[in-house]
């Protein structure tokens, strides 16, 4: 731990990390607007997602500022991806079943899902839909229900209503009342996000 921090930040930093969730994760695939990735990234912090993925082939890697939803992009780590298969082998080699967000005929309501399972939700770009690639190899879609005119969200807003889903349900199954990190994990992470 490189120089000062009060008691008070130390405790803020470990209550954080002892309900931060490891088994559930967004996937952005190819969103284009860095103030969109802030924002969901805000949001990840906000309902505990300790990791993301990037999956970025054809857009830009997103330049993300120094503005306050920005700020969040050091307390949620993020992990980049070129290869589809790497990504989603590593995915169903640990046991995590992956969802993409869609409209087709098949797709399913938000809170037809089991989110206590670990759980890895693809976010598409707000332009072309999912990328082709993972479209062919995730076959389960989700939608999130709404009633008025306007049959979408903005993919930021999506994201943060799926991020309540995924935390009420797991708050209810009594997944968030103990940390998902071994001991020497949490204290590991303190000293790293005492450097922060």
């Given amino acids: 731990m490189r120089g000062f921090i009060t008691p008070e930040r130390l405790e803020r930093i470990k209550t954080v990390l002892a309900h931060r969730q490891r088994d559930v994760t967004l996937v952005m695939d190819n969103i284009w607007d860095p103030h969109n990735v802030s924002a969901i990234l805000r949001s990840c912090d906000a309902f505990g997602i300790h990791r993301v993925h990037l999956y970025y082939t054809s857009e830009k890697w997103p330049d993300l500022g120094k503005k306050s939803s920005a700020s969040a992009k050091k307390w949620v780590e993020r992990v980049r991806h070129e290869e589809p ?38 976010l598409s770009n707000e332009h072309r839909g999912a990328s082709p690639e993972l479209v062919e190899r995730v076959d389960q879609e989700l939608y999130i229900p709404m009633q008025g005119m306007v049959q979408s969200l903005n993919v930021s807003v999506a994201a943060a209503v799926i991020l309540y889903e995924m935390f009420s349900q797991r708050r209810r199954a009594g997944l968030l009342d103990s940390p998902a990190f071994s001991q020497a994990e949490l204290d590991a992470l303190t000293l790293e996000w005492s450097d922060r």
């Fill in 85 to 122: 298969g790497e990504m989603l082998d590593g995915f169903a080699a640990a046991g995590v079943q992956v969802l993409r967000t869609g409209f087709s005929a098949t797709a399913r309501p938000l809170f037809d899902f089991d989110f206590t399972r670990p759980t890895a939700v693809i």
